[in-house]
């Protein structure tokens, strides 16, 4: 039972490239999230999609897009990479409580 | 911003000591959860509290909520090296999660 698998882990871009990070969970929950994680200031909400065919921004939203593709996968988008992306971004899931997460991608925008 | 904060940043022990933490929100929660990440991987979850509970407690783990000062401790009791890790509090408001900044946990042998 993987849980919530993130691809890639490890990711360089160069300024204005676009990117796009994958997410799949096996458990059959509703709600997936996407976060970054940044040095001194935990984790912070991107999106959310709280069921299948719905999507909703969070505290950050600006710069990224987010598809829910069906229950399992929910996936993030930079369209043009900005160095203050660099980030450790981490995809979620749950059904009710409590949240399961990812391994992360290591992003960095150079 | 609606980020909570946690202190002590970071937390020094020994082996067999309990090890406290401290998480202040900002707004009305549903329920608030404690995480635990190892370096270089997600979060896991440890525990949850809701709104209308004061104490919980599971296994070696403590947690208190007092929603008057909008605060949340976590105790670890008999730490062991295995503990060493970063913990998260995570308060839920409607449906949005709301990370804490971490607490940095060393248990030395």
């Known amino acids: 039972n993987a849980g919530v698998t993130q691809t890639p882990k490890f990711q360089v871009l160069k300024t204005g490239q676009s990117m796009t990070l994958q997410c799949a969970q096996d458990m059959n929950h509703n709600s997936m999230y996407w976060y970054r994680q940044d040095p001194g200031m935990g984790l912070r909400l991107i999106y959310y999609s709280a069921s299948e065919g719905t999507t909703d921004k969070g505290e950050v939203p600006n710069g990224y897009n987010v598809s829910r593709l069906n229950k399992r996968e929910f996936s993030l988008r930079l369209e043009s990479a900005a160095p203050s992306q660099t980030s450790v971004y981490f995809c979620?899931?749950?059904?009710?409580?409590?949240?399961?997460f990812g391994d992360g991608t290591r992003l960095s925008i150079l | 911003s609606q980020q909570g904060e946690e202190d002590p940043q970071a937390l020094s022990i020994q082996e067999g000591e309990n090890a406290t933490m401290n998480c202040s929100y900002k707004t009305s929660i549903n329920n608030l959860q404690w995480y635990r990440q190892n370096s270089g991987r997600g979060l896991v979850h440890l525990i949850l509290i809701r709104s209308n509970e004061r104490e919980k407690h599971s296994g070696r783990l403590r947690v208190t909520l007092d929603t008057s000062k909008k605060s949340s401790s976590l105790l670890i009791t008999a730490s062991r090296a295995a503990d060493t890790a970063s913990y998260f509090c995570?308060?839920?408001?409607?449906?949005?999660?709301?990370f804490g900044t971490g607490t940095s946990l060393t248990v030395i042998p």
């Open positions: 995570a308060s839920l408001t409607g449906n949005q999660f709301y």
């Open positions: 979620a899931s749950s059904h009710n409580q409590p949240q399961h």
